[in-house]
């Protein structure tokens, strides 16, 4: 007859456990801006706000690789609010991380794409042209999804979005590194879909001319 009571007990401190270790998991993990904090002071920063776009960059690529795809538009809001001036560069890291990581049906992969491009917008509201022109430059062939979500989230700025996502002015590149996490390399060769560039000054993604043909 009392085993049930005992059971029950047994029960309650095993559930109470698991809470405890899912709380302080979490708060080992701490929120988006944190993680993303502490992934680029990990490079020698110790304000963020004033760190060389390079070093942001770095710090949030290797995070990318770490949280899960469907997690990844919250840390692009939190990138965003911390650097909004690498608001175009955060999507691109974001938009490449997420095709080289998925392995899912196209369909799904675009969902996510879009789910990428509508939070950032989100997060910088007047950035939404140059945000749009990223994602399109770090992945042309999901050009489509990129540019439906980013009409959803700044109509007003459709004819804008539509002629920087499907100009023909090649963007700069940038190397994104999947095996050694630690970001992006300078790149003057011929451009092709797989390379962004986020420049040395100023991080922002610019349309160079055009390279000679090789």
């Known amino acids: 007859m009392n085993a049930f009571p005992k ?22 993990l701490g929120t988006p801006s944190e993680e993303i ?9 110790s304000d963020v706000s004033q760190a060389h776009p390079r070093q942001v960059l770095r710090g949030f690529t290797a ?22 001036d690498l608001a175009p560069n955060i999507v691109a890291v974001a938009v490449k991380a997420t095709v080289k990581r998925s392995g ?16 950032a917008i989100a997060a910088d509201p007047p950035a939404a ?12 062939n999901l050009r489509r999804c990129v540019i439906s ?14 002629e920087a996502t499907t100009q023909m002015v090649p963007l700069a590149f940038l190397t ?3 095996s050694d996490e630690v970001g992006f390399s300078s790149w003057t060769g ?17 349309s160079p001319e055009q390279p000679p043909a090789h």
Do not use: H, W
């Open 149 to 162: 979500a980013a009409v959803a989230a700044a109509p007003q700025e459709k004819e804008q979005i539509v």
């Open 190 to 206: 011929t451009l092709n879909s797989s390379k962004v560039d986020v420049g040395n000054s100023g991080g922002v993604v610019n």
């Open 104 to 119: 899912v049906k196209p369909e799904s992969l675009c969902m996510m794409i879009e789910r990428i491009v509508r939070a």
């Open 176 to 178: 994104l590194s999947v």
């Open 37 to 45: 904090t502490r992934a680029i002071e990990a490079n020698g920063v």
């Open 129 to 140: 042209v140059s945000i749009a022109r990223a994602a399109a430059s770090a992945s042309p």
């Open 63 to 84: 995070l990318t690789f770490r949280v899960q795809p469907r997690d990844l538009p919250d840390y692009v809001i939190a990138a965003i609010n911390l650097r909004p």
């Open 7 to 28: 059971a029950r007990t047994l029960l309650r401190n095993v559930l109470l456990v698991a809470c405890g270790c899912a709380l302080l998991a979490a708060r080992a």
